[in-house]
Each structure stands twice: as C-alpha cells, then as structure tokens.
T-cell receptor
Framework: GQNIDQPTEMTATEGAIVQINCTYQ??????LFWYQQHAGEAPTFLSY??LDGLEEKGRFSSFLSRSKGYSYLLLKELQMKDSASYLC??????????WGAGTKLIIKP | GAVVSQHPSWVICKSGTSVKIECRSL??????MFWYRQFPKQSLMLMAT?????????EQGVEKDKFLINHASLTLSTLTVTSAHPEDSSFYIC???????????????FGPGTRLTVT
C-alpha cells in the first residue's frame, strides 16, 4: 500500500527553528508537495520538490531524498502565525496526490 | 492567479435535506477538480475526482448516490450532499489544477472550504 508518515504534533518556540519530517512509500514518485493549513481554512501551497536537494524560499526550506523516501520542511525564525498544520503530499506514478495526515505545529512565545 | 472559490462558506441544514456546494475556478479553466472532506483534527480525504463533461471518479467507500458531483463547465463543479445526516457534518474542500505541463499541472489550488453542519 501507499503510506506517508509525519509526526502528529510538534511544539517550538517563537524565533527558533523547527524541522518537520515526512517519509513516504508510494507506487512511483513524481514529486512531493508541502502545504500549510490553518485551522478552519483550506491548505495553501508551500513547496514542491521533484529532485534531490534543498529548496529554499525565504524562511521556509524543503529537502528531498528520493533514495531514502524522505523529505523535511524547515521553518526558520518562527513566528506565531506559523502555528498551523503542515501537510506532506506525494504525487504517485498515476499523478495522484497521496496525502499525509499532517503535522500540527504549535508555536509558544 | 489560480483562484478557486466555494459557496457557501458554511451551511447548517436539517437531517434528511440536501445541500449543494459550488466550486468555481475564477481565473482559469479547470478540466479536473477534486473534492475532499476533512473531519476535525484529521487530514484531507479525497472523495472524488471530477472531470468536465464526464462522470466523476469516486474513491473507495464514498457513496456516489449520496454525494452527487456535477462538472458541467470548465469553471464550475458542484457537490450535492443528498439526504444529509449528522455524520455528514464536515469541512468540504474543493481544489483544481491548471491544465498543462510541469508542476503547475499537478499543484492543487484549494477553495476556502465549506463547513457543513447537519442537525
């Protein structure tokens, strides 16, 4: 079967750095997305990785290792508004998005 | 660009009635739209994939006669929850991707969601 694992919940301090991991086992791979979802709102796109390596975009970076079936989202200089759920999703061989359960990130002052 | 709207944003209905939710792509034509359901503290669950001009493809376990999907135009898909029951109360979200090539054709742009409460 297809499986995406993320930690259920993480807590970090304002101004700090946090890394949210995602491991996947899917039938084929055509890219990995990270989305941010605030409570009661729809997900918004953060990043897309299809090649190995680190993609940096402001305070957010996303890393991919296809051989390890592993990705992480790195958030720097955390702000209170970063409190949200972070969803990892993999595009499988049929170009269907397989969603992880999401990681709820709690930022404390 | 790539804005998706949903209407209504929230709705309360009585058990046994039907509710229609609209999903529109405002600035692009979406040949494919997706309908998701999300229960509190859970991840997105894909209900069906809606293709313009053809029947929707439902995920396993989703009742097609209960959740009617119509994708009559390139910018509008509707989800009708028929004979709603309290257990249908959930957050319903639609999304669409932009036809073409590359990441953009697979990135999903989400509507703001519709919160359905069945009493």
């Amino acid at each position: 079967g297809q499986n995406i694992d993320q930690p259920t919940e993480m807590t970090a301090t304002e101004g700090a750095i946090v890394q949210i991991n995602c491991t996947y086992q899917t039938s084929g791979f055509n890219g990995l997305f990270w989305y941010q979802q605030h409570a009661g709102e729809a997900p918004t796109f953060l990043s897309y990785n299809v090649l190995d390596g680190l993609e940096e975009k402001g305070r957010f970076s996303s890393f991919l290792s296809r051989s390890k079936g592993y990705s992480y989202l790195l958030l720097k200089e955390l702000q209170m508004k970063d409190s949200a759920s972070y969803l990892c999703a993999v595009l499988d061989s049929n170009y269907q998005l397989i969603w992880g359960a999401g990681t709820k990130l709690i930022i404390k002052p | 660009g790539a804005v998706v709207s949903q209407h209504p944003s929230w709705v309360i209905c009585k058990s046994g009635t039907s509710v229609k939710i609209e999903c529109r792509s405002l600035d692009f034509q979406a040949t494919t739209m997706f309908w998701y359901r999300q229960f509190p503290k859970q991840s997105l669950m894909l209900m069906a994939t809606s293709n313009e001009g053809s029947k929707a493809t439902y995920e396993q376990g989703v009742e097609k006669d209960k959740f009617l999907i119509n994708h009559a135009s390139l910018t509008l898909s509707t989800l009708t929850v028929t004979s709603a029951h309290p257990e249908d109360s959930s957050f319903y979200i639609c999304s669409a991707n932009i036809p073409g090539t590359g990441r953009g054709s697979y990135e999903q742009y989400f509507g703001p969601g519709t919160r359905l409460t069945v009493t």
